[in-house]
């Protein structure tokens, strides 16, 4: 079996060491490439040429919806929070968003934009929106602005100004939406981002993925590959897997915690990798229950690939993480 872990932001976590994951990636064959977002690589990786990912597309897909032919968009939950000469961005990820608020939110949406456009709701953070024709539209991901000034990162365009117009009564409607009265922080607008139509077809070389992105979910479903959702940790996702095969697992709450500046939260669950994923991953590469472990971090284009006979490369001593990144 050849596992693939896709882990963005691994080579940013320092503090604490971890022993598995420092010996297998000082142990491994490295190779480099461009550094890229993660959905930069998943666009490479399923074999979508030079295209932007269409995430949209992709997430309604993966919510149960037909995209069609329609042009999809990320409309993801977010707080706009009003500085002194900023706007700041707090992405649905720190929110604490519930299903049910969610659908609440996106009922009220839907009701209100009806005939113009409408959501659907994926995850409670991660909402796709089917638009009426086609869309020039540019922008990033929220997670990528979190804590900025969105004002230099308003989504562009010539379609623009029509879309600043809809966000600026998306607020309103949301604004006096009741369930944002009993929440600390509202849900005051949706973020706009990964426009497109879904692609004719996407391919990848695993048995299986697993992940809890929609946006990977939906790429998966394209190409025909099995998805999983992601499990407690290695043990459990090795007792439902095959001897053989190749398999790609993506874990991106690192890359969560960085963006929301949660360092705490980033040692945290940095640690849960290493006890969860690398040590019982390192274990099964010894007994040969994996052939070949990579482990792949977009944001440094590094890629780290290793098999049993590796680990006897004792020269190789362990270093903290933030090292290999060098």
């Given at each position: 079996m050849h596992l693939e872990l896709v882990i963005p932001a691994l080579l940013a976590v320092s503090g604490a060491r971890h022993p598995a994951a420092e010996l297998l990636l000082?142990?491994?064959r490295k190779n480099e490439a461009e550094p890229g977002t993660l959905e930069r690589w998943l666009a490479h990786a399923f074999d979508l040429a030079d295209e932007a990912l269409p995430a949209g597309a992709l997430t309604a897909l993966a919510a149960g919806a037909d995209p069609g032919e329609d042009v999809w968009l990320r409309a993801d939950p977010v707080h706009l929070r009003l500085g002194l000469n900023s706007l700041a961005l707090v992405p649905g990820a720190a929110l604490s968003i519930s299903d049910e608020d969610a659908r609440a939110l996106a009922e009220a949406v839907n009701r209100h934009f009806a005939g113009s456009f409408s959501v659907?709701?994926?995850?409670?953070?991660?909402?796709?929106?089917?638009?009426?024709?086609?869309?020039?539209?540019?922008s990033r991901p929220p997670i990528e602005l979190a804590g900025r000034d969105v004002n230099a990162n308003l989504p562009s365009g010539p379609d623009a100004a029509y879309w600043h117009a809809i966000l600026n009564e998306v607020q309103m409607l949301l604004h006096d939406h009741p369930v944002n009265e009993g929440r600390d922080v509202p849900v005051n607008s949706l973020w706009l981002w990964g426009a497109g139509r879904?692609?004719?077809e996407a391919q990848g070389p695993w048995q299986s993925v697993t992940a809890a992105d929609p946006v990977v979910a939906g790429l998966a479903r394209l190409a025909g590959i099995g998805h999983r959702p992601v499990p407690a940790g290695a043990s459990q996702w090795l007792a439902g897997a095959p001897e053989?095969?190749?398999?790609l697992v993506v874990l991106d709450a690192l890359a969560t915690a960085r963006a929301l500046g949660d360092s705490e939260a980033l040692a945290a669950r940095a640690e849960a990798l290493e006890r969860d994923w690398f040590a019982p991953l390192l274990a099964a590469l010894r007994a040969e229950r994996?052939?070949?472990?990579?482990?792949?971090?977009?944001d440094t284009g590094r890629s780290f690939e290793v098999v049993r006979g590796d680990l006897r490369r004792f020269w190789r001593?362990?270093?903290p993480l933030t090292i290999y990144a060098i």
């Open positions: 000082a142990r491994a659907v709701v994926a995850e409670p953070g991660c909402w796709a929106l089917r638009a009426k024709g086609d869309i020039a539209l540019r879904l692609p004719r053989a095969g190749r398999h994996i052939g070949m472990v990579t482990v792949h971090v977009p001593r362990p270093r």
